[in-house]
Structures are given as C-alpha cells and as structure tokens.
C-alpha cells in the first residue's frame, strides 16, 4: 500500500510517549445528553431513510432515529446520545446499528425501539494511536505506520470532531463504518470492538469516503467519496484497493448498483458516471441539468433513482445509462430518497419526512 510520505521523517520515539497518558482534552454534551423526545421529529432534519425487513427507519440530527411501519406513522426510538445521526443499517430484524457525528456508533438489539452507544470518535484517536503505535515499533521497516501514527495524535488533539457517514453489516457480526478523513472502521464480534484498518486502504490523501454499496459476488462491495474517490473493496481479502481511472475529480456523494451490476455514481453539480467493469471503463451518463446529486436507491423494479440536493428526483430505466426527471417533487431541499409502500418514495431532508407517491414510468 502507498501511503502518502509528506512528512515522514517524524521521530517515532517522540510519538509514543504520549500513548500511556492519552487523555480526552475535550468533552461533548452531545455524546452525554439523551436525544429529547418531539412530537415533530418527523418534520425536522432527516438525514436518511432506509428500508430493512419491511420497517422504515429515518435517522436525522440532534440523536433522532425514527421508525414506521407504513411510511406515515412514525415512533421516535430511545437514542443516548445528542449528536446528528447520518446513516444505518440492520442486517436483521432486530439488530441494527447506526453512525453519525462525533465518531458516534450505536447499536440496537430491539429493532430499533432502543440504542445503546458502542463507540465514539474519542476513542477513534486515542485507539488508533495505540493501535499504530505498536504495529510502528513491531515492524520499523515499514514506512507507513509512523505517518498513520501521526495522524491518530492529530484525532487525538482535534477531539471528536470527525462523523461517520454509512454504516453496512456483512453479516450480523462483521461489518464496516467509513467516514470523513478517510475513517475506516471494522467489527467481526457485532460491535464489540472496532478495529482500524486504514492500513489495508488506498485512500493515501485521506479523502472523505460519503458512499458505500454491495458488489455482485459474495462480501465485495466499492466505496465513493471525495475528490473522485473510488475503491473496491473485498471482505475476504481484507483490502479496498483504488480505481485511478475515474475520470472526474469532483466529490461522489451517492452511488447505486443495478441489477446487471453496474455501478452508477453522482455527485457535485450534478455530474454522474457510470461503470461496467468495476472501473475499468467509464461513460457520462445521459440526464437532464440538476443539482448535486446526493441520494439515491434501487426500486424492486429494478428502476435507480438519484436525488438533487435542490429536490429532483431523477430515474432510470435503461440499467442507469440514462435518466429523465421523476414528474414528482418534495418541493424541498433533499437528503435522502428510499422506495416506499404501496407505490410510494420516501424523502427526507431539512422539511422532516415525505411520502410522495411514485408515477409509473
């Protein structure tokens, strides 16, 4: 792996020995404070809405995870924690885990009724510096451990200042959470310890990684993100491994595969692409103007639809060649876009929850 050396010359001993006196230099309320209940937190900021086992789950800021079984009633689940929450996933219908700022990680036993806190972007530095240091002692040949020890005391003087954006689960014991900076996180015991593995990335700059989707073929997956970031990453393998022929430097905030196993990507000023061959080859894919792209999802029907930031909805009928605008619209700013029930979609952003209903095309 080519990690970026620009200040590798660091003195390692020097490094070191803070590791035994790590302390938190910062304290945050809103990873003490319980999320406050409100009868309208279904109309504040939602983050993201998802879909698992015919339950909708709906995340936004100040620590509010919702649940609902049809899309309009919503129930405000028991969260211990006041930071913004961005993303989550259950690999089962009753376990579930979700991430957010402040390195927040949270894990649920109850599908979704109650959270209890598993991590948070605190021990991210301190950790990691633990962790870095001992691998830069057992093996000084190696280049990259003093630069990632380096930036783990970075984490470590900044705080926890660094959200986590998705959150994806294997299986109910091994999954991943990625963030900004590069963040990459890892659990094979359901959540019981979090293990870096920044070292098994080639994300050399550290860019953000916003986006994340299963691959065809068992436990591979690609990761999107900033600056034209994209990686694949295979969960045997213990890698994710850097595509350099993207052919676009803007950041990637949404991604999609479709039923043949292409993958669609979109992003800053609206500007989308699209892959057969896992990066390979590349085309621009074929839409009408929008603003950034920042969501999207598959329908049953196999249809993608990708969301502006300004409140498009576009779809796609030709495997994600080409999109048309959805004759529909939240009349909002949107974050976040999930097929609903009976015909419907689900949006999310500043205005709260909307359930739209979903034209045939």
Do not use: C
């Amino acid at each position: 792996m080519g990690m970026r050396r620009a200040l590798i010359g660091i003195v390692l001993a020097g490094l070191l020995a803070p590791v035994a006196a790590t302390t938190y230099a910062k304290t945050y309320d809103v990873l003490e404070l319980p999320a406050s209940k409100s009868e309208l937190a279904s109309e504040s900021l939602i983050y993201t809405i998802r879909e698992f086992h015919g339950r909708f789950y709906a995340t936004g800021h100040r620590g509010h995870i919702l649940i609902s079984e049809d899309g309009m009633n919503w129930q405000q689940a028991d969260v211990p924690v006041r930071s913004s929450i961005l993303d989550i996933h259950f690999p089962t219908p009753e376990l579930g885990w979700a991430v957010g700022h402040e390195g927040i990680i949270l894990h649920s036993s109850d599908g979704g009724k109650s959270w209890s806190k598993q991590y948070d972007g605190l021990r991210y530095g301190s950790e990691g510096l633990v962790y870095y240091s001992d691998l830069a002692e057992k093996n000084p040949d190696n280049e990259d451990f003093p630069y990632l020890v380096e930036e783990m005391q970075f984490a470590v003087d900044q705080g926890a200042d660094k959200p986590l954006f998705r959150v994806f689960f294997h299986s109910p014991s091994h999954g991943h959470a990625f963030g900004a900076y590069g963040m990459i996180m890892k659990t094979e015991d359901g959540g019981e310890n979090w293990i870096h593995v920044l070292e098994t990335t080639e994300n050399d700059s550290f860019y953000h990684v916003f986006d994340f989707a299963p691959l065809a073929g068992e436990k591979r997956f690609f990761l999107s993100g900033e600056a034209g970031l994209f990686m694949i990453g295979d969960v045997e393998a213990k890698t994710a491994t850097l595509v350099e022929t993207v052919p676009w430097e803007g950041s990637f905030f949404a991604s999609a595969a479709s039923n043949s196993g292409a993958v669609v990507l979109g992003g800053l000023r609206g500007r989308m692409f699209r892959t057969e061959d896992e990066g390979q080859s590349w085309e621009e894919v074929i839409k009408p103007p929008s603003s950034s792209i920042v969501a999207a999802t598959k329908l049953d029907d196999g249809r993608l639809l990708f969301a502006g930031i300004a409140g498009e909805i576009l779809f796609s009928v030709d495997d994600g060649r080409s999109f048309n605008y959805l004759p529909v619209s939240s009349g909002n700013r949107v974050y976040t876009v999930e097929q609903g029930p009976e015909g419907s979609i689900l949006v999310g952003g500043p205005a709260g929850i909307q359930k739209l209903a979903l034209p045939n095309q």
